[in-house]
């Protein structure tokens, strides 16, 4: 009675510990758009990122990662950072309308025109990368740092600042520590200010 009988075997497919980027549904591929919609309405899936999850899944950051893994699989190298970044690490409910990403590699990426997509050059240090799903990610406080001493040319980034720091208060404490351990270059008062205004010293 409605629903794709596909639907819930895929999603029993989530306790097998399987892969978790085969758990995903990209509309087009296994099943169409027009499928994974009525999926969706019969609460078998839920939107998440670019794709449609099992609705049993837990919103992890792992699979917050690998639901935004379509933006960047033609860009080798490539690491989610800033906004996509702090989505994935648990900020707000919904995912940036624009994303962000660096070189995990130290090579200049090569992305695609996008307007959905900022791409940033500095070269990120092995330090500031973990893996999530399959996915590079910049940790929280390489994400909340970023945030921060970014030009404003994306107003959302502070609120996305905000909204991690309340996801994850520990990044704060974890963030200062990284701060004092690098050089004042642009933007390191603006970080420093936001740690003070929420109680902790740089």
Known sequence: QGGDPRIPALCRLAHTGGMLGALLHHPGRRLSLTELSAARLDGDVVELGEVYAPADLVEAPALRAASLAPLIETIRGAAFAGMSAAWIHGAGDAPPEVHEVQSATGRRLRAPANRRLIVHDPVLDPGDLQDLGGVAVTTPERTLI??????????????WARLLAEAEPSV????????????????????ARFLAAHGVDA
Do not use: F, M, S
């Not at 704060?172 to 970080?191: K, N």
């Open 146 to 159: 970023d945030l921060l001493r970014w030009p404003a040319t994306q107003p959302g980034r502070r609120a």
């Open 172 to 191: 704060l404490q974890r963030t200062a520590r990284r701060l004092a351990a690098t050089d004042q270059g642009p933007g390191h008062q603006r970080v």
